[in-house]
Nanobody, 118 residues
Framework: QVQLVESGGGLVQPGGSLRLSCTAS????????MGWYRQAPGKQRELVAL???????TYADQVKGRFTISRDNAKNTVTLEMNSLKFEDTAVYYC????????????WGQGTQVTVSS
């Protein structure tokens, strides 16, 4: 199983930008899906963005056009560039590695807090 460590969270004003990184303990070359999820207080964890080993991407409607996911297999990292941040983007952001989309399986990071506040 792969261990994942997220970094880059913090406090940012509305309209600002943040870059989240997820570093894996081993090569992610063979991991089909790498994704970012988030969970706001009192809400269920939701998909933010997904990238396949073929670099095919999927985004939640709420972040399309503002967030960009990328993966660097050579560095075992997945990055989430977040622009034009809104109050409603406030959440704990989690990185996930999985071979399929079955929610019962996969490896999670410990999460990083993103707070959008003026």
């Amino acid at each position: 199983q792969v261990q994942l460590v997220e970094s880059g969270g913090g406090l940012v004003q509305p309209g600002g930008s943040l870059r989240l990184s997820c570093t894996a303990s081993r090569s992610i070359f063979s991991i089909y899906y790498m994704g970012w999820y988030r969970q706001a207080p009192g809400k269920q964890r939701e998909l933010v963005a997904l990238i396949s080993s073929r670099n095919s991407t999927t985004y939640a409607d709420q972040v399309k056009g503002r967030f960009t996911i990328s993966r660097d297999n050579a560095k075992n990292t997945v990055t989430l560039e977040m622009n034009s941040l809104k109050f409603e983007d406030t959440a704990v952001y989690y990185c996930k590695a999985a071979q399929n989309l079955d929610p019962r399986f996969g490896s999670w990071g410990q999460g990083t807090q993103v707070t959008v506040s003026s």
